[in-house]
């Protein structure tokens, strides 16, 4: 059985006193949120906080993006070791919002997952198309290029020890999510990708959704037979929303 993992992306916001609110009920809700991972990928600057009131609860943390280089003159940057440093399991790579305000490209995003899993991160590997590609029928064509890119740099066996993350761009912040029917299209495609070249490793990867997920959508989106479980943005800011996510997933891989 795929193991079901949801994460909270907490994005550019965030403040001590507010994160401390947010975590401790995180920590308490998830004692009793078993049959599922859950994990919360904050801001650098708040890393240390996260790991000092997680730290044996179960509930695991991890950056949101980090650098392709291992060290060296990179000013400004986060190294994979650095987040080990400080007890990260998990690492986002290849944000949508980082590929198209950012400008990070596949060959980037490849060398990224790759360093984070020299230094034993889990990435979580974000893929997705636009609204445009999307009604221009290319949601394959972009979505298995972006899969491909990390394959051809670190083999389709670096997949077991990684998470896949289908977001769609048209369903991040805007408040529109893809049916659970569009979704599990797309998680069943990148499965079958995966599995072409290894079909033990696409079994057991979790390919999480992400756009727009909340308590209202979660079950019939975590009832999919592809969907793992989901990366979850704003509402992985209100610890009730979160936390009723979990639980959706909890039930949707019974």
């Known amino acids: 059985m795929r193991a079901r993992l949801v994460a909270g992306n907490w994005k550019m916001y965030g403040t001590l006193a507010a994160n401390q609110r ?37 509930v695991a943390w991890g950056g949101q993006t980090l650098s392709e280089h291992d060290s060296g003159a990179y000013t400004g940057e986060v190294s994979g070791a650095m987040l080990r440093d400080l007890g990260c399991r998990y690492v986002i790579v290849g944000h949508s919002e980082r590929r198209t305000l950012l400008g990070e490209r596949d060959p980037q995003i490849a060398a990224k997952f790759a360093a984070a899993q020299r230094v034993g991160l889990v990435p979580v590997l974000c893929v997705g198309e636009t609204l445009a590609e999307r009604e221009q029928g290319a949601t394959e064509e972009v979505v298995g290029r972006q899969v491909r890119a990390v394959l051809d740099v670190a083999g389709v066996g670096a997949l077991a020890d990684a998470v896949l993350a289908y977001e769609p761009v048209w369903a991040i912040g805007t408040g529109r999510t893809a049916s659970p029917e569009q979704a599990q299209a797309v998680h069943a495609f990148v499965r079958a990708l995966v599995g072409a070249a290894d079909p033990a490793v696409a079994e057991r990867l979790p390919v999480l959704y992400g756009g727009s997920v909340k308590p209202d959508n979660a079950a019939e989106l975590f009832a999919m037979p592809d969907v793992d479980g989901g990366l979850i943005g704003g509402a992985s800011l209100v610890a009730e929303d979160f936390l009723a996510i979990c639980g959706a997933a909890v039930r949707g891989g019974n």
């Open 22 to 58: 947010l975590l401790e009920a995180v920590k308490r809700g998830a004692a009793g949120a078993s049959g599922v991972e859950i994990a919360v990928c904050v801001p650098f600057p708040y890393l240390q906080q996260a790991a000092g009131v997680l730290a044996g609860s179960g």
